[in-house]
T-cell receptor, first 114, second 115 residues
């Protein structure tokens, strides 16, 4: 079985500061990893994903994440936070095989302070 | 806008009732997924359909059922509703399972409130 742990259910940063949202996964096989963002009263939007190849993945809105197999981590970062980044962020893992349902972490609510 | 549509946006009903949630996938997508988001359980996978056939099952209650029709839209049926079924129900679609790291595109969700 696969699982995802997101450390910190709430993270606050100042506008312009570094954003770091932590995600660790558990998987018996190389996983596919995703970060989704959910704005209030909206669905989930894909920020970025890791499948194979380059371990540093760049996504939308200036976000990036690095797949570290040795640490079983896929932390999300952004060099400079904007007020518009305030949202809930979900890390997810997808198993190999023909069914690709996502297993989500519990989410991290990001607050950006002026 | 992801291209996935869900109706209705909001649903208020009483315990013991039955409701149907509808999802239309993005044009060209053959696979539909249903997820439940609640405060206590978080985001959980319920069930997946691919081209009309059930492909995978997650933590879906026996009171819940789903199907995917020939036009590829899907319906999630929730019956004998309980207070604990109150949640946000998301539908997602993708081209087809089996593609490495395929992206699932999520709809805006249906918010169900059981009173």
């Amino acid at each position: 079985a696969q699982s995802v742990t997101q450390l910190g259910s709430h993270v606050s940063v100042s506008e312009g500061a570094l954003v770091l949202l932590r995600c660790n996964y558990s998987s018996s096989v190389p996983p596919y990893l995703f970060w989704y963002v959910q704005y209030p009263n909206q669905g989930l939007q894909l920020l970025l994903k890791y499948t194979t190849g380059a371990t540093l993945v760049k996504g939308i809105n200036g976000f990036e994440a690095e797949f570290k197999k040795s640490e079983t981590s896929f932390h999300l970062t952004k060099p400079s936070a904007h007020m518009s980044d305030a949202a809930e962020y979900f890390c997810a893992v997808s198993p190999s095989g023909s069914a690709r349902q996502l297993t989500f972490g519990s989410g991290t609510q990001l607050t950006v302070l002026p | 806008d992801s291209g996935v549509t869900q109706t209705p946006k909001h649903l208020i009903t009483a315990t013991g009732q039955r409701v149907t949630l509808r999802c239309s996938p993005r044009s060209g997508d053959l696979s539909v997924y249903w997820y439940q988001q609640s405060l206590d359980q978080g985001l959980q996978f319920l069930i997946q359909y691919y081209n009309g056939e059930e492909r995978a099952k997650g933590n879906i209650l026996e009171r819940f059922s789903a199907q995917q029709f020939p036009d590829l839209h899907s319906e999630l049926n929730l019956s004998s509703l309980e207070l604990g079924d109150s949640a946000l129900y998301f539908c997602a679609s993708s081209v087809r399972p089996g593609l490495a790291g395929e992206t699932q595109y999520f709809g805006p969700g249906t918010r169900l409130l059981v009173l």
